[in-house]
């Protein structure tokens, strides 16, 4: 039967706004205390480096390096790599920009492997078909905050002799199994990179986290991060190219806040997942992204077209005009589908690194073309569909999610 209402006629709550985030007085308070002490940069004051070290107890890791974005953070990992340029680093193509652009900015090649069609997480038979004499590294994104396959990736790197970066920018406290043990993502590889990005669990704006337990490459990391000024020396010198990426002490006084709130978020975002988990048990054709472990950044959900009657598009596009914030595909189009790599547009007319390829036998040449990764673009263009997800939802909001699901499968099935 056709309502004249949607289900929902009231906003939901979400990151771009104060009752969608917990960013209160201790942050004021955090902020008005740097701000009092004039010291607003992190080669002067001392948050940043406490932010650092409180990061790196909190996940039981060695070393944490703090700079001014998600991006930034997965730059450092790929500058403590060092690659040559041409080399290869082996990498997803359904995330956001942030993960390859620090490929290309280090004159490296990125390399896309597949992914796996249950959860859109990198596929370990397709990243080890792409591996060549050139790949000197994988990022492995877990998506949405759902656990990437990292331990099979970590022994595919170690077998190989490369790094594993894991891009957890999406996944604070996402659990991954390693053997009968479970492990927070960004622990299981040689380093792991986490974004401070205002729609991220927690949030200074913007900021970046890389941690390691390898002082080598944490040191390359924190040099690349201050145009690799040793500053633990008397030199005022340069080691090598490096930029200036560092994190403000304001970013820092906020994310310290932020960090004592992070349990409680990723808790509620899982709490209230549970009971849409059961109902989308309970419809043929739909299923929730892998639970064990995930951090619920976004709520995915995959849907088969054929069961269903409607694609994740048509199937989104209902739920919207129910008043659920849905999107079908999460991006538009795989990243080696956009100019940056079609046209491409990287340094100049010259295309490099892409362009130059392959510089030495044993270097793949992928050609960035529709069919490169067959799963990544079904997903995208049709099985995988996107929840806006909350800490601050109340369990009505989940009602008002579920009835709408259960309506519009209702309504395609028939
Ligand atoms: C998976 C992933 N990687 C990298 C980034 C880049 O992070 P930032 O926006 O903080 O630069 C993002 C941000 O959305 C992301 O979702």
């Not at 970590?154 to 043990?181: F, K, N, S, W």
């Not at 690799?228 to 030199?235: F, G, L, S």
Request: proline fraction near 6%; hydrophobic fraction near 40%.
């Amino acid at each position: 039967m056709e309502r004249d209402r949607p289900i929902r006629t009231r906003p939901f709550v979400g990151v771009s706004e104060a009752a969608g985030r917990r960013l209160g007085d201790e942050e004021v308070a955090a902020l008005a205390r740097v701000i009092h002490s004039g010291q607003l940069n992190s080669t002067i004051g001392s948050e940043t480096r406490t932010l650092e070290e409180e990061f790196a107890d909190y996940y039981g890791i060695g070393h944490a390096v703090a700079s001014s974005s998600g991006t930034a953070a997965l730059h450092l990992a790929v500058a403590a790599v060092d690659p040559d340029p041409g080399d290869e680093i082996i990498t997803t193509a359904l995330s956001d920009a942030g993960t390859v652009l620090p490929i290309l900015a280090q004159n490296a090649v990125p390399v896309f492997a597949d992914v796996d069609p249950d959860s859109g997480n990198l596929c370990v038979g397709s990243v080890r078909a792409a591996i060549t004499e050139r790949t000197r590294a994988i990022i492995a994104v877990h998506l949405f905050g759902q656990p990437a396959p990292v331990a099979e990736l970590r022994e595919l790197a170690d077998r190989h002799g490369l790094v594993l970066i894991e891009d957890c920018a999406q996944a604070y406290l996402t659990e991954c199994a390693v053997g009968d043990a479970r492990r927070w993502a960004g622990t299981v590889g040689h380093l792991g990179c986490f974004s401070l990005q205002q729609s991220k669990h927690i949030t200074a704006g913007d900021g970046g986290l890389t941690i390691s337990d390898d002082p080598e490459l944490t040191r390359r990391a924190r040099l690349f991060a201050d145009k690799a000024w040793p500053r633990d020396t008397d030199e005022r010198t340069h080691l090598f190219l490096g930029l200036n990426y560092r994190m403000t002490e304001l970013q820092a006084a906020v994310a310290r806040v932020q960090l004592t709130k992070l349990a409680a978020v990723v808790a509620d975002r899982r709490r209230l997942a549970e009971p849409l988990d059961t109902v989308l048990d309970s419809l043929p054709g739909l299923t929730s992204g892998l639970r064990r472990g995930a951090a619920y950044w976004l709520y995915p959900v995959f849907v088969d077209a054929e069961t269903v009657g409607a694609d994740a598009r048509e199937f989104a596009a209902a739920l919207a005009a129910e008043g659920i914030p849905a999107n079908g595909g999460y991006i538009q189009r795989p990243l080696y589908l956009t100019p940056l790599f079609t046209a491409p547009n990287t340094y100049g007319t010259s295309g490099y690194p892409l362009t130059a390829r392959p510089v030495t036998p044993g270097a793949s040449a992928q050609r960035y073309a529709r069919g490169l990764c067959p799963t990544t673009e079904a997903l995208i263009d049709g099985r995988l569909l996107v929840l806006a997800w909350n800490e601050n939802y109340s369990p009505a909001d989940i009602d008002d999610i579920a009835d709408a699901v259960r309506s519009v499968h209702r309504r395609f099935a028939s």
